[in-house]
């Protein structure tokens, strides 16, 4: 069996026990399948993938490391995260009930009938998935460590950045399923009578976890 193959299947294998983790890349997904619909959650899984990708591609390049031992840089991203996140948390605490419509319309799973509230637009739904994995520094070590660790020194970078897109592949599957899941009509039922709390509470993960990112420290 090639080197590279193993490589893989052992990068796939510690990769698929983060991915199914909860943390804030789920908790984004989740709360967009569940109020803005099936499509904003799958654009969104995309942004996370191709947020992934970035991360892969500046720790192939030697940037990971520069940030990792930077101070100064390093707490940039965590304070550019960890606001982003608290905001986004803020924003779920103020939001208002939200209603499913039993039949939903042609091109939305969710029909949201608050105050009117607008389809959430397609660049929009790519940002927030982007934004929320890539002003998080903590996949910098996790990327430096496992490649450190499994990837052998001589792996060319186009073979290495190939995992990456395995990966980031892999990253996107896992949440477009869980964005069809969330959307299914025995999911959407059960949102309409809960929609006021899963805003509370997703609003509390987001600020929660906006907060434990400050905590973090360079490596």
Not at 43 to 64: A, P
Not at 103 to 110: G, H, I, K, Y
Not at 141 to 160: C, K, Y
Not at 173 to 186: A, D, E, I, K
Request: hydrophobic residues 55%.
């Amino acid at each position: 069996m090639s080197a590279y193959v193993i490589e893989l299947v052992t990068l796939m294998t510690i990769f698929s026990l983060v991915i199914v983790s909860p943390g804030a890349d789920l908790a984004m997904v989740l709360r967009q399948s569940m109020v803005h619909g099936r499509r904003a959650a799958i654009v969104t899984s995309f942004g996370l993938g191709v947020s992934l990708l970035f991360h892969i591609s500046y720790t192939i390049l030697g940037l990971g490391a520069i940030i990792s031992k930077s101070v100064a840089l390093f707490n940039i991203v965590k304070w550019c995260g960890a606001a982003y996140l608290v905001y986004i948390g803020i924003k779920a605490l103020r939001a208002g009930a939200l209603t499913v419509e039993k039949t939903p319309p042609q091109d939305r799973t969710l029909a949201l009938s608050q105050k009117p509230v607008a389809e959430q637009g397609l660049i929009k739904a790519f940002v927030l998935g982007f934004a929320t994995n890539a002003l998080n520094p903590k996949p910098v070590f996790f990327f430096l460590s496992i490649f450190a660790t499994v990837v052998s020194v001589h792996t060319p970078a186009m073979v290495r950045f190939g995992y990456g897109l395995v990966m980031a592949s892999c990253l996107i599957l896992w949440f477009v399923g869980v964005s069809y899941f969330m959307t299914t009509p025995r999911m959407r039922a059960a949102f309409s009578r809960v929609s006021k709390w899963i805003d509370r509470v997703s609003g509390v993960v987001f600020i929660g976890l906006g907060l434990k990112l400050v905590t973090e420290k360079a490596g």
